[in-house]
């Protein structure tokens, strides 16, 4: 075998992150440019991800950013043009995009299920089908949906959300097997609570301490937290791997 670890590097690969202007998906758009790979970030805020390309760029990377809504598909076909234009390939896709509304199930309300499916389910298979067909052109490709821990244990607060993920985890196995033959990789990435702006208020004071109760580890995580298991998913190291979730958790789901 040549060197085992020369199969985590992702120089030469082009990898497009969804909801990369903050949290999650700006901390896995870093680290995948830290492996060595050109990205392109994707989410609504020009500002942010302008700021972002150029913090990836200063380290030698080619990046790109393109402002795009993924719950319109108009929009993510306008994004797949983008990167063929300045890229010409995608290898690598991560999911990341979200919304999230925590409240009980009695009090949801249509628009808010709306936008957490349309964003989280709708605009993930859409940017699956459409960039992954840039993958399917080439016949090799890794597609990595974010899922959570609350796709496979409950949380009050998270009916709807905890669905989408479970979806988000089922999707993943229906689509590894589809494109199996395409040679896509489609694997989900399922993390415990992390530190991000959009969880400011769930994670402080005793729903912070609720939630720490529940990880063995101890503590809730930070996006670098998740960084290696997306340099595993992306790259030639995880090759044999497809129609995985990949709890990084800190032993919640274990302890549920
Ligand atoms: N944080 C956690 O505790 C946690 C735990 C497990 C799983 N996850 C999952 O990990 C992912 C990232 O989570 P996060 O906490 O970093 O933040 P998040 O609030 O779930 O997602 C925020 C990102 O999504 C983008 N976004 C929202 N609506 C969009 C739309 N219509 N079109 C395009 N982009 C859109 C936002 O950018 P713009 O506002 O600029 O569009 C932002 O970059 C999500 O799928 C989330 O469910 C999070």
Redesign the pocket.
């Known amino acids: 075998m040549n060197d085992p670890l020369a199969q985590f590097g992702l120089k030469g690969r082009v990898a497009v992150v969804?909801?990369?202007?903050?949290?999650?998906?700006r901390g896995l758009a870093l680290g995948l440019a830290a492996a060595g790979a050109d990205v392109v970030v994707?989410?609504?805020?020009e500002a942010?991800l302008e700021e972002l390309r150029a913090e990836i760029a200063q380290t030698g990377r080619r990046a790109g950013a393109c402002a795009?809504?993924?719950?319109r598909v108009g929009d993510i076909r306008r994004l797949k043009d983008f990167v063929v234009e300045r890229f010409g390939r995608a290898d690598i896709l991560v999911n990341?995009?979200?919304?999230?509304v925590t409240k009980p199930a009695w009090d949801m309300q249509e628009d808010e299920w709306d936008r957490m499916l349309d964003?989280?389910f709708k605009?993930l298979f859409f940017s699956c089908q459409i960039i992954g067909g840039l993958m399917r052109a080439r016949g090799y490709g890794k597609i990595i949906n974010?899922?959570?821990?609350f796709s496979r244990s409950i949380i009050k607060g998270r009916a709807v959300y905890g669905g989408i993920?479970a979806g988000v985890s089922h999707l993943t196995e229906a689509l590894a097997l589809e494109w199996a033959a395409d040679g896509i990789r489609v694997n989900a990435l399922a993390?415990?609570?992390?530190a991000?702006p959009?969880?400011a208020e769930l994670l402080s004071g005793a729903s912070l301490e609720r939630i720490v109760s529940r990880i063995p580890l101890g503590r809730v995580a930070v996006p670098d937290d998740l960084v290696g298991a997306t340099i595993y998913l992306a790259s030639q190291a995880s090759d044999f791997v497809t129609g995985h979730t990949l709890f990084v958790d800190g032993g919640w789901v274990a302890g549920s």
Not at 96 to 100: C, E, N, Q, S, Y
Request: charged share 15%.
């Open positions: 969804t909801g990369a202007s903050e949290g999650i998906g994707t989410a609504r805020r942010a795009v809504d993924v719950s990341a995009a979200g919304f999230t964003v989280g605009g974010l899922s959570s821990t993920k993390p415990t609570a992390v991000t959009s969880r």
